[in-house]
């Protein structure tokens, strides 16, 4: 009996885990195409951090940074807490972020927050006077 209770609570706990991949994958869809760029990063591994980094405003070579152990906590907080700036959320956002990413990116995703450029640059302008957002028609509906 023990063992087919310890199966089930493993094939429930693998439901859970695929359907948390799943609605992760899909809000970092809807981050990277609000942002400017394609979606479909958001299931490439590396490619996505890249993609991430670039938005965030980072250096594609932190990539290898990240590689460092310990260095790379503290990389992901960075990271993090310019992708709340890059959505004009702030520093509070994002250090939720860091520790309750499944619900917070999903917010950014989402949501109603719009993409201000890397780390929230311009000041939620666009990057020049009288240009769409990054993934925005203009003048809005």
Do not use: E, H
């Amino acid at each position: 009996m023990s063992g087919q209770l310890s199966a089930g609570a493993g094939i429930g706990f693998s439901f859970v885990g695929l359907a948390l991949a799943v609605l992760m994958i899909a809000a970092m869809w809807r981050v990277f195409g609000k942002a400017g760029q394609p979606g479909w990063a958001a299931i490439i591994p590396i490619y996505n951090t890249v993609v991430l980094l670039r938005i965030v405003g980072r250096p594609w070579w932190w990539i290898l940074l990240m590689l460092i152990p310990l260095g790379n906590i503290v990389l992901v907080v960075i990271v993090y807490l310019d992708l709340a700036k890059s959505f004009s959320k702030g520093t509070g956002f994002g250090v939720l972020t860091i520790f309750f990413s499944y619900v917070c990116i999903p917010i950014l995703g989402f949501g109603g927050a719009r993409y201000v450029g890397p780390a929230g640059a311009g000041g939620g302008r666009p990057p020049y006077p009288g240009q769409p957002y990054p993934g925005q028609q203009y003048p809005p509906r």
